[in-house]
């Protein structure tokens, strides 16, 4: 389409907007856009309309039909409705939980959703405030509600939101119902159509009720109480990152038994500005300054950040230089996991149908720590609703030890069927106060698990490419590595590729291809060494980015080997960037 021809197009879609079926403001903002003389913002806005994909929606906030507002959430709020009432026709009366994080509008969006609901004829459970996305799910769950919405853009940059929408089991929507409710909400093609007038009747305002059954419920996940009373006064410094985790974490942590929690005081104050950080993602080394900085200042043991919504785990340790440096997420998955495999070892609980689950794209590490315990490993697709997949067909069969995936969430519970900050930071301290009570520091206990599984290094890098051009330029390097594969990376040879698109897994040098057993395709490449490395490669479903993930092995016998190996991985990967052109 020729740009005259795309400024025509969206500027007769965004005169609809300045209807009197929308508020001034709307209205006010879309003129804006159409008297501008840039028309970047106005294409922007209104090019297409924001997708409510298998996740539910994200995008920027303001006014247009690719915007998060109250419009675009009303849309999918009022087709989610309308599939609800057709799934479950026979029941006297369907509910929901709705939850909301932080974020500038998340309140707003949260009583629309409400409003909507109950304007349907759905009961609503309605949080009082802010609370951590796991908390939702949980809700979902206690209240034996049908399906749920949590308003949040998790990690996104302040100028995000999101709505995200969640099954009766607590879980993010999957097949047929993903598909089903996209179809519905497709349908909605006047905002006369939404039912924005609430009936208060249905809403129901909950909160400590569901905190204290969350917070016990996560406490009868620990598994060494009287470790944690030993070192009650591990120094453990938790920030939340202006998040919703400012309450309920430092709650779990004494609940755990730990009784010298350092807080990072101007990282305590929920904002959805997040003011002292340029991004808040605990992925990210500057997010995490403020808290290594108390850190030193107070010679602690460990640190952890949640996330925004409090879903996704930060945690810092000390080097062999007394550095602190950030673990990343295969490391905590993988910390995490040893910890509980082990201790459910040593205390006689295992008793042959345990399993864990990790993500196509998280270390292969964690596979050969299963099979060391003779546990059962599932991988799965990225996203813990495919976790919670694979936890709704073991139930009954299988018992739960712990799933995670390389992007920091854990799931150590099956009462909450998404990432859960709140429970893996309770027991990623007990991890530390268990390693402690071995003679072991974090570090140590790291070496312990490279040594007896090998070891591996981890990098992912994101290439940002945002708007309509970006999605075409991420659509075309996709082409590019399925057509064009190389034949090796890092100086050895691909041995497989695995192309979950197509469901083949193809060895380059027969031509052979076998195919993969997965629920659906998904759009991710994986190249696989002779010596162990893995590549993987996707496009995320939430950000305009593509994203790379880089995993090298090399051979560790001892402690003294962990710098070397090190340098070895950091220096092999760099070689397999340049390979890729990223």
Same mark, same amino acid.
């Given at each position: 389409?020729?740009?005259?021809?795309?400024?025509?197009?969206?500027?007769?879609?965004?005169?609809?907007?300045?209807?009197?079926?929308?508020?001034?403001?709307?209205?006010?903002?879309?003129?804006?856009?159409?008297?501008?003389?840039?028309?970047?913002?106005?294409?922007?806005?209104?090019?297409?309309?924001?997708?409510?994909?298998?996740?539910g929606?994200?995008?920027?906030?303001?006014?247009?039909?690719?915007?998060?507002?109250?419009?675009?959430?009303?849309?999918?709020?009022?087709?989610?409705?309308?599939?609800?009432?057709?799934?479950?026709?026979?029941?006297?009366?369907?509910?929901?939980?709705?939850?909301?994080?932080?974020?500038n509008?998340?309140?707003?969006?949260?009583?629309?959703?409400?409003?909507?609901?109950?304007?349907?004829?759905?009961?609503?459970?309605?949080?009082?405030?802010?609370?951590?996305?796991?908390e939702?799910?949980?809700?979902?769950?206690?209240?034996?509600?049908?399906?749920?919405?949590?308003?949040?853009?998790?990690?996104?940059?302040?100028?995000?939101?999101?709505?995200?929408?969640?099954?009766?089991?607590?879980?993010?929507?999957?097949?047929?119902?993903?598909?089903?409710?996209?179809?519905?909400?497709?349908?909605?093609?006047?905002?006369?159509?939404?039912?924005?007038e609430?009936?208060?009747d249905?809403?129901?305002?909950?909160?400590?009720e569901?905190?204290?059954?969350f917070?016990?419920?996560?406490?009868?996940?620990?598994?060494?109480p009287?470790?944690?009373?030993k070192?009650?006064d591990?120094?453990?410094?938790?920030?939340?990152?202006?998040?919703t985790?400012?309450?309920?974490?430092?709650?779990?942590?004494?609940?755990?038994?730990?009784?010298?929690?350092?807080?990072?005081?101007?990282?305590?104050?929920?904002?959805?500005?997040?003011?002292?950080? +340029?991004?808040?993602?605990?992925?990210?080394? #500057?997010? =995490? /300054?403020? $808290?290594? %900085?108390? !850190? *030193?200042?107070?010679?602690? &043991?460990?640190?952890?950040?949640?996330?925004?919504?409090?879903?996704?785990?930060?945690?810092?340790?000390?080097?062999?230089?007394?550095?602190?440096?950030?673990?990343?997420?295969?490391?905590?998955?993988?910390?995490?996991?040893?910890?509980?495999m082990?201790?459910?070892a040593?205390?006689?609980?295992?008793?042959?149908?345990?399993?864990?689950?990790?993500?196509?794209?998280?270390?292969?590490?964690?596979?050969?720590?299963?099979?060391?315990?003779?546990?059962?490993?599932?991988?799965?697709?990225?996203?813990?609703?495919?976790?919670?997949?694979?936890?709704?067909?073991m139930?009954?069969?299988?018992?739960?030890?712990?799933?995670?995936?390389?992007?920091?969430?854990?799931?150590?519970?099956?009462?909450?069927? +998404?990432?859960?900050?709140?429970?893996?930071? #309770?027991? =990623? /301290?007990? $991890?530390? %106060?268990? !390693? *402690?009570?071995?003679?072991? &520091?974090?570090?140590?206990?790291?070496?312990?698990?490279?040594?007896?599984?090998?070891?591996?290094?981890?990098?992912?890098?994101?290439?940002?490419?945002?708007?309509?051009?970006?999605?075409?330029?991420?659509?075309?390097?996709?082409?590019?590595f399925?057509?064009?594969?190389?034949?090796?990376?890092?100086?050895?040879?691909?041995?497989?590729?695995?192309?979950?698109?197509?469901?083949?897994?193809?060895?380059?040098?027969?031509?052979?291809?076998?195919?993969?057993?997965?629920?659906?395709?998904?759009?991710?490449?994986?190249?696989?060494?002779?010596?162990?490395?893995?590549?993987s490669?996707?496009?995320?479903?939430?950000?305009p980015?593509?994203?790379?993930?880089?995993?090298?092995?090399?051979?560790?016998?001892?402690?003294?080997?962990?710098?070397?190996c090190?340098?070895? /991985?950091? $220096?092999?990967?760099?070689?397999?960037?340049?390979?890729l052109?990223i």
């Amino acid at each position: 389409m020729e740009n005259t021809d795309l400024i025509k197009s969206v500027t007769e879609k965004a005169r609809v907007w300045l209807s009197d079926l929308y508020d001034a403001e709307t209205r006010a903002e879309v003129q804006r856009m159409l008297d501008a003389d840039d028309k970047t913002e106005l294409i922007e806005s209104f090019y297409k309309d924001l997708e409510f994909g298998t996740g539910g929606l994200r995008g920027i906030m303001g006014a247009g039909s690719n915007r998060m507002n109250i419009y675009t959430v009303g849309a999918a709020t009022q087709g989610l409705a309308n599939y609800l009432k057709e799934t479950f026709s026979g029941l006297d009366q369907i509910s929901v939980a709705v939850g909301h994080d932080v974020r500038n509008n998340s309140r707003k969006f949260a009583e629309i959703v409400a409003n909507i609901f109950s304007a349907n004829g759905i009961k609503v459970y309605l949080f009082d405030n802010f609370r951590p996305t796991p908390e939702l799910s949980f809700a979902i769950r206690h209240f034996h509600c049908q399906s749920g919405v949590n308003i949040t853009a998790s990690h996104n940059p302040k100028e995000y939101n999101g709505y995200k929408a969640y099954w009766e089991d607590g879980a993010q929507i999957i097949a047929p119902h993903d598909v089903n409710i996209i179809d519905h909400v497709n349908k909605i093609k006047n905002v006369s159509e939404i039912k924005f007038e609430g009936n208060p009747d249905l809403i129901q305002i909950v909160g400590e009720e569901v905190d204290t059954a969350f917070l016990d419920a996560i406490k009868g996940l620990s598994l060494s109480p009287e470790l944690n009373a030993k070192f009650s006064d591990l120094k453990i410094v938790y920030t939340p990152i202006h998040g919703t985790g400012v309450e309920l974490v430092p709650r779990s942590l004494k609940n755990y038994g730990f009784k010298n929690i350092i807080h990072v005081p101007e990282q305590d104050i929920p904002s959805g500005d997040f003011p002292t950080v +340029d991004s808040p993602n605990p992925e990210n080394p #500057s997010a =995490m /300054a403020m $808290a290594i %900085a108390k !850190a *030193k200042e107070t010679n602690a &043991d460990l640190v952890m950040a949640s996330d925004p919504d409090a879903d996704r785990i930060g945690c810092v340790m000390r080097d062999n230089k007394g550095e602190y440096v950030l673990i990343n997420g295969n490391q905590i998955v993988m910390i995490l996991l040893y910890y509980l495999m082990n201790r459910n070892a040593e205390l006689g609980l295992l008793k042959g149908n345990e399993y864990i689950v990790k993500t196509i794209v998280t270390t292969e590490t964690i596979k050969a720590i299963a099979e060391s315990n003779n546990i059962k490993m599932f991988d799965c697709y990225t996203g813990f609703k495919w976790i919670a997949s694979v936890i709704r067909d073991m139930e009954g069969t299988g018992r739960y030890l712990g799933g995670g995936e390389e992007s920091y969430g854990f799931l150590a519970e099956t009462f909450a069927r +998404d990432k859960d900050c709140v429970s893996a930071i #309770s027991l =990623m /301290a007990e $991890a530390c %106060a268990w !390693a *402690k009570n071995k003679g072991l &520091d974090f570090l140590g206990l790291l070496q312990e698990i490279y040594i007896k599984n090998g070891f591996s290094h981890e990098v992912g890098i994101s290439v940002v490419r945002p708007g309509k051009s970006g999605a075409e330029e991420i659509q075309a390097m996709m082409k590019q590595f399925r057509e064009n594969p190389p034949k090796s990376l890092g100086g050895s040879p691909i041995i497989a590729i695995k192309d979950y698109e197509a469901l083949t897994c193809t060895d380059p040098a027969t031509g052979k291809a076998e195919v993969m057993d997965m629920p659906t395709t998904s759009n991710v490449l994986q190249y696989f060494t002779a010596d162990g490395s893995k590549v993987s490669i996707r496009p995320s479903g939430t950000e305009p980015k593509i994203k790379f993930y880089i995993e090298v092995k090399e051979k560790m016998q001892s402690a003294a080997d962990y710098d070397k190996c090190n340098e070895l /991985a950091n $220096a092999k990967i760099e070689v397999i960037k340049k390979e890729l052109g990223i």
